[in-house]
């Protein structure tokens, strides 16, 4: 079955995601035509712990993978026989959760006998963009940038990637999902932090940038701490001013290194990725930055950038067709990096 | 009537197919810990020894704990995935069932206990019948000190078997006297050959329906040093 498996643009990709908070299922035909995508959220399953809760995770995925897969399915209006292969997210993600989906993504390309092929997260992201431009072109820079991740990647071919620089201590979503709490603007803080910043000043306070001048790495742990500095000894100034000028503060630094990376690889443009990749001072301040240097920018509509099945089947079409699909007894590899994704092909 | 069964409760892992004529072909692994890699493999194993094709089977039976959180749950995935392609129904059954099932003793009252780690373990009691065995009463989770309690209330002839009741042997046995069995996980080919049965009984039920056992609430405390990676 595997061994002459062409994959085309007429090749049916079932997309299966379960690393962290969201369930989610899609039917994406040919590598970017995205025919249905059904996600969902544990968000609020979550939201009286203020965080993501592992074992919480793990029990609402086993519950809704099945509903959320025959969704998928459903709505894509086709029959499962359609369907050729089976993409689903092998790590960086939880363990637990991780799990679920890889063993339900592998019991269904059993029973279908279709090939079963293991995603990598991150690189799932990169190809969210691919999904709205496939005529995107290579080398492209990837700012990505969500709760777990701050990187910047030169992007140089389907599969090839180079790790140009990344975070040192917090992710930028964790800095506002802190920043959020601390606030008490509500989880999840991206977009809490957002609609705050949208009637505040981003000039009120002039918040550290971080490495600024140094390399393409970031720093996020200090500029949390400044917020609470600042919001200690001036307790009257409103949090909607202190929300858009901590989120200035980030889409600064984010923005500044992105431009800096794309100048240095001579890339075609900025692609971004990632739950933050939501923000909309970021992808204002990023689309104004690209203008200028006149490069591409490339930003997946916002439920693209979120955690979704689509990108899963995408990289998953696009790994199918470099590397063939991935054996049946792999697992989850929990600090899967990017780079030398360490799928065992076969 | 074929029942493809899998058992990933504790730290065992079994899949089995059997038919009224018997178990037709069985792996169990009780090393390694593997459970999410070894299972869909064991699975085309058990096919390709006993030349069965998954669209023969007829109904999947699975463990569906208490046991291990993790370990139970790639097996329950992996089966009600499996349930929902195939289209067939599925017979659930605790580990504690599975257990019991599979002691062959008349008399004694049979104790299952599942080590639930943290110091607790997961039991019931069941007594052998025409039919299995019945339970007595419900799967509860405590420390092992509640379980003597239980067991003297009760105060009959009785046989404790389960990986709990080995980890905790000398406890059990010196609070209460009663045999330690051999068994210590949950036999695939016993659930398997169990789910035959009561396939022919018509005791099955659809996919959805089938949910884990966990009698443990989820450890909901938020330690964000060892939060793990978001993205
Ligand atoms: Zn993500």
Not at chain 2, 63 to 81: E, Y
């Amino acid at each position: 079955m595997t061994s002459q498996f062409v994959v085309g643009q007429d090749t049916v990709i079932l997309g299966i995601e379960t690393s962290c908070d969201e369930t989610a299922a899609a039917i994406v035909m040919g590598g970017n035509d995205v025919v249905s995508s059904v996600v969902s959220s544990q968000i609020d399953v979550h939201a009286e712990f203020g965080g993501v809760v592992p074992e919480v995770a793990s029990r609402a995925h086993l519950e809704s993978i099945n509903p959320v897969v025959r969704r998928a399915i459903d709505e894509a209006g086709i029959d499962e026989r359609r369907i050729d292969a089976i993409a689903c997210t092998v790590g960086p993600g939880l363990i637990g959760a991780l799990l679920v989906g890889v063993s339900s993504a592998k019991a269904l390309a059993l029973a279908w006998d279709v090939p079963f092929v293991g995603v990598n997260h991150l690189e799932a992201h990169l190809y969210a963009s691919f999904l709205e431009d496939p005529t995107l072109e290579f080398p492209l820079v990837v700012l990505l940038v969500s709760g777990g991740h701050t990187m910047l990647i030169e992007m140089q071919d389907h599969g090839e990637y180079r790790l140009l620089g990344r975070t040192i201590d917090d992710a930028a979503g964790e800095a506002f999902d802190k920043v959020a709490r601390y606030l008490d603007l509500g989880y999840p803080g991206g977009p809490a932090i957002d609609r705050a910043a949208n009637d505040g000043n981003p000039e009120a306070v002039k918040f550290p940038r971080a490495m600024m001048d140094d390399g393409l790495n970031f720093s996020f742990s200090g500029l949390k701490t400044a917020v609470v500095n600042f919001v200690r000894k001036n307790p009257t100034v409103d949090s909607v001013d202190i929300a858009a000028s901590f989120q200035q503060a980030v889409s600064d630094v984010l923005v500044h290194k992105a431009m800096k990376a794309a100048r240095e690889v001579g890339a075609t443009g900025v692609v971004l990725g990632g739950g933050v990749a939501a923000n909309s001072r970021l992808r204002a301040d990023l689309q104004a930055a690209c203008a200028a240097d006149g490069i591409g920018a490339f930003l997946p509509g916002r439920e693209m950038c979120t955690d979704n099945a689509a990108m899963i089947a995408a990289a998953g079409w696009h790994r199918l067709r470099a590397l063939g699909p991935s054996r049946l007894d792999i697992g989850a590899f929990p600090s899967m990096p990017l780079v030398e994704a360490g799928i065992a092909d076969g | 009537m074929i029942v493809l069964g899998i058992e990933s409760a504790t730290e065992s892992v079994g899949v089995s197919l059997a038919s009224s004529d018997g178990v037709l072909a069985s792996v169990e692994i009780s090393r390694g810990r593997r459970h999410a890699e070894s299972i869909v493999p064991c699975v085309q194993f058990v096919c390709e020894r006993a030349e069965i094709e998954l669209a023969e089977v007829g109904a999947i039976a699975v463990d569906v704990g208490p046991g291990l959180f993790t370990g139970m749950r790639v097996g329950i995935a992996t089966a009600k995935s499996l349930a929902m392609a195939l289209g067939i129904p599925m017979v659930p059954m605790t580990s504690l069932e599975v257990l019991a099932i599979g002691q062959s003793t008349a008399d004694e009252i049979i104790v299952p206990v599942v080590d639930a780690r943290k110091s607790e373990v997961f039991w019931a009691m069941y007594r052998r019948s025409e039919q299995g065995v019945d339970q007595l009463n419900q799967p509860t989770v405590g420390p092992v000190d509640d379980l003597i309690s239980d067991l003297m209330a009760r105060d009959q002839p009785t046989v404790c078997i389960g990986d709990g009741a080995h980890r905790y042997r000398d406890d059990i046995t010196t609070g209460f006297s009663c045999v330690i069995g051999d068994a210590r996980h949950p036999s695939a080919a016993d659930l398997a050959s169990e789910g035959v049965r009561r396939a022919i009984r018509d005791e099955t039920v659809e996919e959805r329906f089938v949910e884990p056992v966990y009698l443990r609430q989820p450890d909901a405390q938020i330690n964000w040093s060892t939060r793990q990676v978001r993205s």
